[in-house]
């Protein structure tokens, strides 16, 4: 077996440019911090969100109580869960394609279905490529002016990870967290747990990439930056206008970029969705296969990595948003000596919540080179009632075929046995 653990230095230097494990091994943890413990709701409102023309369901779709912080998101599978301690309420559904919708909510006896009309899709007059540069840039000047806007609140963090696409790894973890509009700038764990089965590999680290990445860094060298954001656009990147989201009064510009062939240290390719009227980033989706790793076996390598990292921010009409949710993913190949190649995938999703502008008692942690996300888990207690009762965590289910494989090892322990719910009032 062999452990991963992220060159952080190495890593660090790409930012400044372009921005565990025996089997039954299992800790929880709770941490009685009353910014973060669960709201004792008496409703819970539970939905699915599809496209109105197609019916499929629509991942990650914003969905939020009207004139309050408090929110949620669908799942992968359009699924969402949100507990309220009454009715009616009135629900806010936003993604970036789709138009939003607004639901007053007056009973949970049946769940509900919210279908979202496409946006229509308005032809830019300006079709040079310099206004593709343009947008980009003033997106940037945009963040860069309020790079200094602070957030404060909550994040759920969970990561899975496989091999040959069998589960060998699951982590989840509520953070406080401090963001930008660029990027985290802290943490401080809350609650967490893990489970694991012994495995050609494990990950010590994978958090760092979450927690790390921005899209814009003011202290690097910005005479040499490789991000997206910063003067050197028009050196570094090829940008396209592929089309423009939105209604007769504004619109969102769907922008697509990859880094120069001339640009020799770092290579990307992606999708930006920049507000046309704000310049407000809404999304950045991109990868590369600048993946840096040391493994604890020498004869082990890593191969064909693919490294992807998708940062959507809040719907907001703010010069600048926090962010909603981030989406880490890679993938890779195992290369051992006289061993055919195993498949890695590592998935990471990270949901913002509970945000606000009003800094919080929290003692918050840059990320750092000497972490280990396991030694974080075990540094807290464990409260299966906090996990049993989580809105945020129910709202996400671990997928079924991920539960079998732990069950089957033993490697679950307490991570699957849940303290009986308190009854639901209607």
Avoid: C
């Avoid at 050609?200 to 958090?207: G, Q, R």
């Avoid at 769907?254 to 310049?279: H, L, M, Q």
């Avoid at 921010?313 to 190649?341: G, I, W, Y």
């Avoid at 207690?381 to 129910?394: C, M, R, S, T």
């Amino acid at each position: 077996m062999t452990s991963s653990h992220f060159s952080t230095a190495a890593f660090g230097r790409l930012l400044s440019r372009v921005g565990w494990l025996k089997a039954g091994a299992l800790l929880v943890l709770w941490l009685s911090l009353g910014a973060v413990a669960p709201a004792q709701a008496q409703y819970i409102i539970r939905g699915v969100v599809v496209d109105k023309d197609t019916q499929e369901p629509l991942p990650f779709v914003s969905i939020g109580v009207k004139n309050s912080t408090k929110g949620t998101a669908s799942n992968v599978s359009g699924e969402f869960q949100l507990n309220v301690s009454q009715l009616p309420q009135t629900l806010v559904f936003s993604e970036i394609a789709h138009v939003r919708d607004t639901v007053r909510v007056t009973s949970t006896d049946q769940p509900l279905k919210i279908a979202l009309a496409t946006t229509a899709i308005t032809l830019p007059e300006v079709k040079v490529g310099s206004y593709a540069y343009q947008l980009v840039d003033r997106a940037y000047r945009r963040m860069q002016r309020n790079y200094g806007q602070k957030y404060y609140g909550q994040a759920f963090y969970r990561q899975i990870t496989r091999i040959d696409n069998a589960p060998t790894e699951l982590q989840e973890v509520i953070w406080n967290v401090k963001t930008n509009p660029a990027r985290i700038e802290g943490t401080a764990i809350a609650q967490g747990r893990f489970a694991g089965k012994q495995a050609a590999m494990n990950f010590s680290n994978f958090s760092l990439y979450t927690k790390s990445f921005g899209l814009f860094d003011p202290r690097a060298d910005s005479t040499v930056s490789l991000a997206l954001f910063s003067p050197n656009v028009v050196k570094n990147y090829h940008v396209e206008l592929v089309r423009v989201l939105g209604d007769d009064s504004s619109g969102v510009a769907e922008i697509n970029f990859e880094t120069r062939p001339e640009v020799k240290k770092y290579k990307a390719e992606g999708t930006v969705w920049i507000d046309v009227d704000t310049y407000q980033i809404k999304r950045y989706k991109f990868t590369t296969p600048n993946f840096t790793t040391t493994l604890s076996n020498p004869s082990y390598k890593v191969d064909n990595s693919k490294l992807s990292i998708d940062m959507v921010f809040q719907d907001s009409d703010e010069p600048v948003a926090p962010l909603d949710h981030m989406q880490v993913n890679l993938t890779t190949d195992l290369v051992r000596p006289n061993m055919p190649k195993a498949a890695i995938s590592v998935e990471s999703f990270t949901f913002f919540y509970d945000t606000t502008q009003q800094p919080a008692n929290v003692r918050y942690a840059r990320v750092s080179a000497n972490e280990n996300d396991l030694q974080a888990i075990r540094s807290v207690k464990y409260d299966p009632e906090f996990w049993a009762n989580n809105p945020v965590v129910q709202r996400t289910p671990v997928e079924d075929e991920v539960i079998q494989s732990f069950e089957k090892a033993g490697a679950f322990g307490t991570m699957v046995t849940k303290p009986a719910k308190p009854a639901q009032r209607r």
